[in-house]
């Protein structure tokens, strides 16, 4: 793979991918640059070049501690708590509509705040004691090893993503980490719109891997390929129902992403069995 130079260092040292960031375009701006970065493919032969990784429930191992700190947002307003499966169940973006069908009601713009804080509150409480999914660090490894560029697209805080993705040692591997740097943050797929265009990888060229019904419509509304991974965000038939890989470990992802008959690309909505539309939730 080709050497890339080391991340830029932000204001109080934290490793930074993200100097000039603007704010994710609409669909049809990238569209319309499309042509430059399809010639950027054409010149490298084409086929998949570049993984981007999804964060929580796929590279990180933390379905637990999410469904905890959940749970002790909504004991701030009353709201009784749920299980593994009920999150599978309600889980979808935005944030603000899971909220909603899990407490049955209307959220109110201060209701939010208050539980959007708690959760980060619970959350990062528990984060230190969290780890990398098993196989997390040699899939990583394989796609380097393989040729392949990678990067990481979470919708997480910015930069609490990227100080954990230093602790844990595996930054080396990415290209680009970008993290959610504003409140709410909508679906993936502006996101993942704002992380390619300023990679300069077309989307033909890249496999998204990840854990949520949200990451496979970001990946569709681009044109990019998808590989589902079961980390606990959907039930198992929600995802299968997609028509798109499921798989259960991150090396069987990178083994699906790399074949020569890659996975569906090119749809820009869901199928009508999904129960979400293009409203599925990436945390």
Not at 166 to 175: A, H, S
Request: glycine share 10%; proline share 5%; aromatic share 6%.
């Amino acid at each position: 793979m080709s050497s890339r130079p080391a991340p830029l260092c932000a204001p109080g040292g934290l490793p930074s991918w993200d100097t000039g960031y603007r704010e994710p375009r609409r669909l049809d701006a990238y569209t319309a640059s499309m042509g430059y970065m399809d010639s950027v493919a054409d010149d490298d032969g084409g086929g998949v070049r570049h993984l981007v990784w999804d964060w929580n429930g796929t590279l990180f191992d933390d379905h637990g501690a999410v469904v905890a700190a959940v749970n002790d947002a909504l004991a701030r307003l009353g709201l009784p708590a749920i299980d593994a499966d009920g999150y599978r169940s309600h889980f979808t973006r935005p944030v603000e509509r899971f909220y909603e069908q899990v407490a049955g009601r209307a959220i109110s713009a201060e209701e939010w705040e208050t539980l959007n804080e708690a959760y980060h509150e619970s959350y990062l409480a528990r984060v230190e004691r969290l780890a990398l999914a098993p196989d997390a660090r040699a899939a990583l490894a394989a796609a380097e090893a393989a040729g392949l560029t990678q990067s990481l697209l979470s919708m997480w805080r910015h930069h609490d993503l990227v100080l954990l993705v230093e602790q844990l040692g595996i930054d080396q591997f990415f290209d680009r980490v970008d993290g959610l740097r504003r409140p709410g943050g909508g679906g993936k797929a502006e996101h993942l719109v704002e992380h390619l265009a300023a990679l300069e990888v077309a989307p033909r060229a890249v496999v998204l891997v990840g854990d949520s019904l949200d990451d496979l419509a970001a990946a569709r509304a681009v044109g990019a390929g998808c590989v589902l991974y079961d980390g606990g965000s959907h039930h198992r038939h929600a995802l299968e129902a997609t028509g798109s890989p499921v798989v259960d470990t991150l090396t069987a992802a990178l083994a699906v992403a790399v074949q020569p008959v890659g996975p569906e690309r090119g749809r820009s909505g869901m199928d009508d069995t999904h129960p979400h539309g293009l409203l599925g939730h990436s945390r």
